[in-house]
């Protein structure tokens, strides 16, 4: 069967001083339009992960193009043959990326777009560049760029601190830094700047836009993904990772063979805790 559920995901920073009122309003629309997934609504932005038919998915983005401050928001765009989500809810949040740092406002400060073509040909030429992920050490796990610095964070609350461990040398070497789809790098790269590194750069689009416009080069397993897919390779398709239910670790083809994989009751992160 061919794929029919359309998948969206996409955001923007922008200064919501009416957040509660949009949330109810955002709810209905996704509601009337037949949509699931989630839609977070801060004082700072919005982001939003969501799947269902085209039209309804039409239907929620001119609702947004009616708000200024929601127009023209690029899309992460994929496909799947049923509904990724369980059910459809907004929220209401403090932060629509938590770090802690409410002086943090990507559209005041942030660092400079890089394009995945522009990443792909400085790989190519093995330019000396150091290519970090700002992501969540059981997403790493699942696939990240070949060399890329690992923090080794369980949360991005760690980032600010684990930052600091980075060599003085790299304050004024090229950085590029990456996320799933370009969000959490809004904040990581006006945190790295504030820290004093000089020339940091932020993958436009994430690895979500990185496979969108030049595929698989120098990356190495799939994409960590937040929702039932869990991972999409870089032909943005689901694989065949899978997700522990108890420990709700993402977990590989390989780590499903281990002994201590027992569906609902444990795999090799939680065994035995």
């Known amino acids: 069967m061919a794929p029919h559920v359309v998948n969206i995901a996409g955001y923007r920073f922008a200064d919501?001083?009416?957040?509660?009122?949009?949330?109810?309003?955002?709810q209905s629309v996704c509601d009337d339009a037949g949509l699931k997934g989630t839609v977070l609504v801060a004082p700072e932005g919005l982001n939003f992960f969501l799947a269902g038919p085209q039209n309804g998915l039409d239907i929620f983005i001119a609702h947004l193009e009616l708000d200024q401050r929601f127009q023209s928001i690029p899309l992460k765009m994929?496909?799947?043959d049923y509904q990724p989500f369980n059910r459809m809810n907004v929220r209401r949040k403090k932060e629509i990326i938590s770090v802690g740092l409410s002086?943090?406002?990507?559209?005041?400060f942030t660092g400079e777009d890089i394009t995945p073509t522009a990443l792909k040909q400085k790989l190519d030429a093995g330019q000396p560049i150091h290519v970090l992920d700002t992501r969540n050490d059981y997403e790493l796990r699942i696939g990240t760029f070949k060399n890329a610095i690992d923090l080794e964070i369980s949360s991005f609350r760690d980032f600010p601190k684990a930052i600091t461990s980075l060599p003085e040398s790299m304050k004024n070497e090229?950085?590029?830094?990456?996320c799933t789809g370009g969000i959490r790098c809004e904040k990581a790269s006006a945190i790295m700047l504030e820290a004093g590194f000089t020339n940091v750069k932020q993958?436009?689009?994430g690895v979500l836009g990185y496979f969108e416009e030049v595929g698989g080069d120098h990356w190495e397993g799939d994409c960590f993904v937040f929702d039932q897919r869990v991972a999409v390779n870089p032909n943005l398709q689901e694989t065949d990772a899978e997700v522990c239910f108890a420990c709700r670790q993402p977990l590989s083809v390989e780590e499903q063979r281990s002994v201590h994989y027992v569906i609902g009751q444990s795999c090799p992160y939680c065994y035995g805790s």
């Open 103 to 108: 002086h943090i406002r990507p559209h005041e």
């Open 174 to 178: 090229e950085i590029v830094m990456f």
């Open 78 to 80: 994929s496909y799947t």
């Open 16 to 26: 919501l001083p009416d957040r509660d009122d949009l949330v109810p309003v955002l």
């Open 203 to 205: 993958l436009k689009g």
